[in-house]
């Protein structure tokens, strides 16, 4: 982990990374992690969903909390389906399958805070 250090930039200033084919049209953006900023509990993600696109279907044992930013989609928790705009916020429990679709014309966009590293069980570092 970097030592902890104050970090201010513009979200776009981040690279963002594919996640491939199992996601099409979606990137995400480390906005805050411990690898690069030395945060100590959590991590800050920009998950960027293209018209169309979405998000690996997935679960693991840690939570997620969001915040869409902008645009529409849909959400899978645990089989349950649910329309989220810009201002929604999603709770996603540790140990649920969940994915997130971009159901509109324009980009889906959403925060999401994961615990860092050093939080998670060794196998999902």
């Not at 979200?11 to 900023?37: C, K, M, N, S």
């Not at 920009?46 to 840690?62: C, D, Q, R």
């Amino acid at each position: 982990m970097a030592e902890s250090k104050r970090k201010v930039v513009h979200y776009t200033d981040v690279p963002a990374q594919t996640f491939g084919d199992e996601a099409p049209g979606t990137t995400i953006r480390w906005l805050i992690d411990d690898d690069h900023d030395g945060a100590p509990v959590y991590a800050l993600r920009m998950i960027e969903v293209a018209p169309g696109g979405h998000t690996p279907l997935h679960s693991h044992p840690y939570e997620h909390e969001n915040f869409v930013v902008e645009g529409q989609g849909r959400v899978l928790i645990d089989g349950d389906y649910r329309d989220v705009a810009a201002g929604d916020v999603i709770f996603v429990p540790g140990g649920m399958q969940h994915t997130y679709e971009n159901t509109g014309e324009t980009p889906f966009k959403f925060l999401c805070g994961i615990p860092v590293k050093k939080h998670m069980p060794p196998a999902m570092c």
